[in-house]
């Protein structure tokens, strides 16, 4: 019966207006680590950041990365806006659940099957830092309960807005409707009643997706699912023999600690290049980690074609203005 009701939330979810869908891409060709496509919209007069990122497979601050000259809340009729739906898959192996948290992105690779399937999250809020590392899928729960820990339940009490011991399944539940339980010692994935949250750092260190989203993978993920958390605001990966990079903005904790800092770059730079020879554009990189748009970018030359061409030249080539 539980199957049947969360295939039906699921059902519901995909027909309500307004409601995107998760982005699901073909595992690149070896040797290429890049998937989707960067799309541009006209916005319309009642849009916001939140409603355009929901509904196609976005978080929030993915659009305000993206879109930085564009007033999140009130794009205004007409505006033309950037989807950043084009992705370096994270570093390492390409199985189970990696969440990157400076991305506020999970990305699932669904065992024997040649794809990935991405969603937007929400994440911890500086003090309440979701941790890294590895985990496990340890069970699932439709219709969860939320059992507060004390810090919380104290902290709610400091601001006036005491919580019960449990809160039940229901409207006021902040699990929402599906929970995936993890390894790691108090952390879970979770649906929300507050899904603007999702795409921002507003939780206690779980990890929110979207109703619709979590209801989906709640559907496919199987107890003892490999979970990997990673906090990678550099990525680095090949596409067609072209190196690009994707850069986020660090995470806040890691800006208080490290300020300016360009090494987590290079590393993955450094790391992808291996021992292809290739040379990157320096200033290209540069620029890419002061914008932090999120959206990859290439760093080094275009490979030769395999014949000769005999078409003009262009007068000048820049790699630091390229996409």
Same mark, same amino acid.
Request: with cysteine.
């Given at each position: 019966?539980?199957?049947?009701?969360?295939?039906?939330?699921? @059902?519901?979810?995909?027909?309500?207006?307004?409601?995107?869908?998760?982005?699901?891409?073909?595992?690149?060709?070896?040797?290429?680590?890049?998937?989707?496509?960067?799309?541009?919209?006209?916005?319309?007069?009642?849009?916001?950041?939140?409603?355009?990122?929901?509904?196609?497979?976005?978080?929030?601050?993915?659009?305000?990365?993206?879109?930085?000259?564009?007033?999140?809340?009130?794009?205004?009729?007409?505006? @033309?806006?950037?989807?950043?739906?084009?992705?370096?898959?994270?570093?390492?192996?390409?199985?189970?659940?990696?969440?990157?948290?400076?991305?506020?992105?999970?990305?699932?690779?669904?065992?024997?099957?040649?794809?990935?399937?991405?969603?937007?999250?929400?994440?911890?809020?500086?003090?309440?830092?979701?941790?890294?590392?590895?985990?496990?899928?340890?069970?699932?729960?439709?219709?969860?309960?939320?059992?507060?820990?004390?810090?919380?339940?104290?902290?709610?009490?400091?601001?006036?807005?005491? &919580? =019960?011991?449990?809160?039940?399944?229901?409207?006021?539940?902040?699990?929402?409707?599906?929970?995936?339980?993890?390894?790691?010692? /108090?952390?879970?994935?979770?649906?929300?009643?507050?899904?603007?949250?999702? /795409?921002?750092?507003?939780?206690?260190?779980?990890?929110?997706?979207? =109703?619709?989203?979590?209801?989906? &993978?709640?559907?496919?993920?199987?107890?003892?699912?490999?979970?990997?958390?990673?906090?990678?605001?550099?990525?680095?990966?090949?596409?067609?023999?072209?190196?690009?990079?994707?850069?986020?903005?660090?995470?806040?904790?890691?800006?208080?600690?490290?300020?300016?800092?360009?090494?987590?770059?290079?590393?993955?730079?450094?790391?992808? &290049?291996?021992?292809?020879?290739?040379? =990157?554009?320096?200033?290209?990189?540069?620029?890419?980690?002061?914008?932090?748009? /999120?959206?990859?970018?290439?760093?080094?030359?275009?490979?030769? =074609?395999?014949?000769?061409?005999?078409?003009?030249?262009?007068?000048?080539?820049?790699?630091?203005?390229?996409?």
């Amino acid at each position: 019966m539980k199957s049947l009701l969360s295939g039906f939330v699921c @059902t519901l979810f995909a027909l309500l207006p307004g409601i995107g869908h998760a982005l699901s891409f073909p595992l690149p060709e070896a040797g290429n680590d890049i998937v989707g496509e960067v799309r541009q919209i006209q916005t319309r007069y009642e849009d916001t950041f939140s409603d355009i990122a929901r509904a196609n497979g976005l978080g929030y601050m993915e659009m305000a990365e993206s879109n930085p000259q564009v007033d999140p809340w009130l794009p205004g009729e007409g505006t @033309t806006v950037t989807l950043p739906g084009r992705f370096i898959l994270p570093p390492g192996p390409r199985e189970g659940i990696v969440i990157n948290l400076a991305e506020l992105r999970l990305y699932y690779f669904p065992k024997g099957e040649n794809r990935v399937v991405t969603y937007p999250l929400g994440i911890g809020r500086e003090g309440w830092s979701t941790p890294t590392g590895q985990a496990r899928v340890t069970r699932k729960q439709y219709r969860p309960s939320w059992y507060p820990p004390e810090s919380i339940r104290r902290e709610h009490a400091e601001n006036g807005d005491p &919580l =019960p011991a449990v809160v039940k399944p229901g409207p006021d539940n902040p699990l929402g409707s599906h929970a995936i339980y993890l390894s790691m010692a /108090g952390y879970l994935l979770h649906g929300t009643n507050k899904p603007y949250g999702v /795409g921002m750092r507003v939780s206690h260190g779980c990890i929110r997706l979207y =109703p619709e989203d979590i209801a989906a &993978l709640f559907e496919q993920v199987e107890a003892n699912t490999p979970v990997r958390i990673i906090d990678e605001p550099y990525k680095a990966g090949w596409e067609n023999g072209r190196l690009y990079v994707e850069a986020h903005p660090p995470l806040s904790e890691q800006r208080a600690r490290e300020g300016i800092n360009f090494t987590p770059l290079v590393r993955a730079v450094v790391a992808a &290049l291996g021992p292809s020879g290739a040379k =990157p554009d320096w200033e290209a990189l540069k620029q890419a980690a002061l914008g932090q748009r /999120g959206i990859p970018v290439p760093v080094t030359a275009a490979p030769a =074609p395999a014949y000769q061409s005999t078409a003009p030249l262009p007068n000048a080539l820049s790699l630091s203005t390229a996409e």
